[in-house]
């Protein structure tokens, strides 16, 4: 059973920084894209960032290019993404998901709350 678990979520100030969490299991995601999203009230989900699990390679969201970077570890089946200069429109709840390569994302993990006060 495939499992998607984010963490590191919290209430940070305008400026301040996030380090997000997400741990994978229950299969090996060898040919699949791990992706960040996010849902703030009122709105719809909107892509935030994803990664390549083999090659590595990056794909972000204009709005937080430059601010936000998106890592892996193959070795923890973990996925990261660091939040850096956020702001007050930042706020959502994040969700990972994972999905093979050229497909829909398949799976997705509860979310976390992230909130920014101005």
């Known amino acids: 059973q495939v499992q998607l678990v984010e963490s590191g979520g919290g209430l940070v100030q305008a400026g301040g920084s996030l380090r997000l969490s997400c741990a994978a299991s229950g299969r090996t995601f060898s040919g699949y894209v791990m992706g960040w999203f996010r849902q703030a009230p009122g709105k719809e989900r909107e892509f935030v960032a994803n990664i390549n699990w083999n090659a590595g390679s990056t794909t972000y969201a204009g709005s937080v290019k430059g601010r936000f970077t998106i890592s892996r570890d193959n070795a923890k089946n973990t996925v990261h993404l660091q939040m850096n200069s956020l702001k007050p429109e930042d706020t959502a709840v994040y969700y990972c998901?994972?999905?093979?390569?050229?497909?829909?994302?398949?799976?997705w993990g509860q979310g976390t709350q992230v909130t920014v006060s101005s």
């Open positions: 998901a994972a999905g093979r390569i050229g497909l829909q994302y398949e799976y």
